[in-house]
């Protein structure tokens, strides 16, 4: 037995750091907290000093026993979670759980896995510091008492199995103001005036009017004025300028860049970067702060200079902008600035270098710019033209990186270089265009746009941005874009060889694609929140509780009495809404149904939006329809939501059944006997007809008929969402480029199926035919206990080679749905 245990909260962490130490440590994982808040109840003691609640979750509890066994056995532990709030709580769980010696317990810390850090924190241990623990308590205390408080409230006054949160609900809150403005924005056109001009030695180049006009016939009029009219260089003037690179990357700016150079979500960002530090490459990717360290600085030179010169080196040091920067230790950077392009993995690979490059040039030199502004008069008017340019001189960190900017950010166009000209130069002119444009409505936000919003208003912090944007997502709240656009008109006049034409063009606007879009649900909820629970949805509020963490972990508040100052308000109106607040629908009344004359309105219904004719209040019964997956309440008009009463449609008949053309959760489809046929893209429901229905229903049946048998059992093919597969008795399988999937032999289907036979097997860890259960390998390690359509997935401290057929099946007993039992009718 090793006389060190080192315990980490991750098993990847766990494998880099074992290449370090010798035979006298051994490394074990925690696979993070070991104890936390109970799921199924509050978990906090409010009448005594909010004492948390923890327990160890019943997967977790093989787990500390064998830690604590270890621990018992080493003459020194090691705590080596990581160096932020989060990873001191885990430390201080272990501490409490194990039952940790104190003389004999160790706490080390380090912003990066590699030899050096890890021998530079053994040599220099400290105590669990309570402060941080303190600060991360109270954001789990406060986080729960809102969660759990306010949830009950939204499931009784809106629609049960809503969530809220004090930092999710916010980040709706931003989102929804957002569409609100996009939804009030009146566009006003205007007319843009753009000229192309050639020089005497040939060269053409582009100029725009610092001057808009406000309709067709005053920008006509303009063009007019120009015509027969002779253009010279009226002024000309050239100004030094420089560029200077942006600071190494904190989590929100690579969070950021990454989304705007790499398309990942921040979700993605932080889980590459994770893989990225446990692998030793960077340093902790969860932090604040700008600064690099002398080493870092000394290797980001030394790189500079061997791969681009001396020129190129510029030592700088950055101060970041946030107050309470919780891990001021390092900006996010490799550990090795020599290694630029480690063999990695193809997402793996696009981070490091992007974090390679960004710390390269946060080193480099300024670019030297040069910035020429020329002026263009005309003999006819005193509008001028103006051109603007730039040429670099000296390119400093643009060898390297160029940090990017988001689409609110961006110029109409970027600048150029311009031709040599000389004042009082004459000038010919191409032409000139006046083209309509629409003053732009307020871009609705991106992930990337999100983060640098919450952290301009000092809402979450480095660790709560990723799983804030994913909770809200998940819980429906807010959803990613799919319009592409809608079509809308614009007018263009050119003056051209003296003559102005006009014509008209198509632009599609409005487009979300991507962006984050408030549901009907979203904005519900967002709006009971704001009307009833003002203070938690206030942005200032919000950061003023981080400001409180921060002095919590400063040893500068008690959180304990930051708890109480907190709940005193909450609480007493937390009951007040959830005895004396009316329910909230967000109904909209639409108009009358002209049938009945009957109410028609669209509002929240228990399966999600809906109109409705008619009201309960009424002796006959309210009619239903759902909303299609692009419609909302806030938006549907009376005759969108009139036509949704006309669903399902009926077709015809077809082969003696029923043909019907509807909307499902996955879009429009026709529905023949039992067969589910999807429609085509651009295809829907009120449209499709009886050919149609009965040519996709024929499509279906010749994809679904057997292509060949293998050892007596059918083979059949299709196409789904992980591309071309065949299946054959119960297994879909993929088939890959390597095959002709239109042409497939005997010889390559035979291949598949064997290939997935050998793959099946070697998944399976052990089977019980007779009772149809088995156990197999899962990813990351994992494993699965499985029995139809029950899976149980095992932690991986669980042997599953040591499981037994009754642990087995109380596993899946445990797991499977309890049927319901039908009331018994009164006789």
Do not use: C
Request: aromatic content about 8%; hydrophobic content about 35%; cysteine-free.
């Amino acid at each position: 037995m090793p006389k060190n245990l080192v315990i980490v909260e991750s098993p990847a962490k766990a494998k880099t750091i074992e290449r370090f130490l010798g035979k006298d440590y051994q490394v074990e994982s925690s696979f993070g907290h070991i104890a936390d808040l109970p799921s199924k109840e509050l978990g906090v003691d409010v009448e005594n000093g909010f004492k948390p609640k923890y327990t160890v979750d019943k997967e977790k509890k093989a787990l500390v026993k064998k830690l604590k066994d270890l621990a018992q056995k080493a003459d020194v532990i090691w705590l080596a979670s990581d160096e932020d709030r989060e990873g001191e709580a885990i430390s201080w769980h272990l501490a409490e759980e194990l039952k940790l010696d104190r003389d004999k317990t160790k706490r080390i810390v380090f912003n990066s896995i590699t030899k050096s850090a890890i021998q530079k924190a053994i040599q220099n241990p400290r105590e669990i510091n309570y402060n941080l623990v303190n600060a991360q308590q109270a954001r789990r205390v406060l986080d729960r008492l809102v969660g759990y408080q306010l949830s009950p409230v939204l499931w009784k006054k809106i629609k049960p199995g809503l969530s809220a949160g004090r930092v999710q609900s916010v980040a709706v809150r931003l989102i929804v103001e957002r569409e609100r403005e996009i939804e009030v924005f009146n566009p006003e056109a205007s007319f843009r005036i753009r000229a192309e001009f050639k020089t005497k030695d040939g060269s053409v180049f582009s100029a725009k009017l610092n001057k808009t006009f406000p309709s067709l016939e005053t920008a006509r009029a303009f063009l007019q004025q120009n015509v027969r009219a002779s253009f010279s260089v009226g002024n000309l003037d050239k100004k030094p300028a420089k560029k200077s690179p942006a600071a190494p990357f904190t989590t929100s700016t690579l969070q950021q860049e990454a989304s705007r150079k790499l398309y990942f979500s921040v979700s993605r960002t932080m889980q590459v970067a994770q893989r990225l530090y446990e692998a030793g490459l960077i340093t902790y990717m969860r932090t604040d702060s700008v600064n690099l360290s002398n080493e870092a600085l000394s290797a980001a030179k030394d790189a500079i200079v061997q791969n681009y010169g001396e020129s190129y080196s510029k030592t700088r040091n950055y101060t970041g902008k946030s107050k309470g920067a919780q891990e001021a230790h390092e900006a996010i950077r490799p550990t090795d600035m020599k290694l630029q392009s480690p063999s990695l993995e193809r997402d793996q690979a696009k981070l490091y270098e992007l974090i390679w490059k960004r710390t390269l040039a946060s080193q480099m030199s300024d670019a030297i710019l040069e910035r020429t502004n020329v002026k263009i008069k005309a003999s006819s008017h005193q509008e001028e033209f103006v051109a603007n340019g730039e040429v670099v001189k000296f390119d400093g960190f643009l060898k390297v990186y160029l940090e990017g900017t988001d689409e609110e950010d961006k110029a109409e166009e970027q600048e150029g270089m311009l031709p040599a000209m000389s004042i009082g130069e004459a000038l010919t002119n191409n032409y000139i265009t006046a083209t309509e444009r629409f003053s732009r409505p307020p871009y609705r936000y991106t992930e990337a746009s999100l983060v640098k919003k919450l952290e301009e208003l000092g809402i979450g912090r480095p660790s709560t941005y990723a799983p804030t944007i994913s909770t809200i997502q998940n819980r429906g709240y807010v959803e990613k874009g799919t319009v592409e656009g809608t079509e809308r008109s614009y007018m263009q006049l050119t003056l051209e060889s003296n003559q102005v034409a006009e014509k008209k063009l198509t632009e599609l606007v409005g487009s979300d694609k991507g962006k984050l879009v408030p549901t009907d649900i979203g904005m519900i909820v967002n709006d009971f929140l704001v009307s009833h629970f003002t203070t938690i949805l206030d942005y200032n509020f919000t950061a003023k509780v981080e400001e409180n963490f921060d002095e919590i972990a400063a040893g500068d508040e008690d959180w304990q009495e930051m708890m109480e100052e907190f709940y005193k308000d909450f609480h007493p109106n937390v009951q007040d809404v959830e005895e004396n607040a009316e329910r909230a629908s967000g109904e909209r009344v639409l108009g009358t149904d002209p049938k009945s004359g009957r109410q028609v309105a669209a509002r929240l219904g228990r399966f999600g939006p809906m109109v409705q004719i008619g009201t309960v209040e009424e002796e006959e019964k309210p009619l239903f329809a759902s909303l299609l997956p692009d419609q909302s309440i806030t938006t549907i008009t009376f005759e969108e939501a009139m036509s949704l009463f006309e669903l399902p449609r009926k077709l015809g008949v077809y082969k003696g059944e029923e043909i019907e053309a509807n909307v499902g959760r996955y879009g429009p489809y026709v529905r023949f006997g039992k067969k589910f046929v999807s429609l085509g893209a651009g295809e829907n429901a009120f449209e499709v007809d009886l050919d149609r229905a009965i040519e996709l229903i024929q499509e279906k049946e010749r994809a679904d008929a057997p292509i060949a048998a293998y050892e007596g059992k059918d083979v059949t093919k299709g196409k789904g969402r992980f591309g071309p597969f065949i299946k054959w008795d119960g297994m879909f399988i993929n088939v890959n480029k390597k095959y002709d999937f239109d042409n497939l032999s005997s010889a390559d289907i035979a291949e598949l199926i064997e290939n997935k036979k050998i793959k099946e097997a070697e998944k399976l860890v052990q089977e019980w035919p007779e009772e149809k259960i088995r156990i197999e390998k899962a990813r990351w390690g994992r494993h699965n206990i499985i029995k139809g359509r029950v899976k149980v997935e095992l932690s991986k401290d669980v042997d599953a080679s040591k499981i037994t057929l009754e642990e087995a099946k109380a596993l899946i007993e445990k797991k499977t749905p309890k049927k319901k039992s039908k009331a018994k009718t009164k006789k």
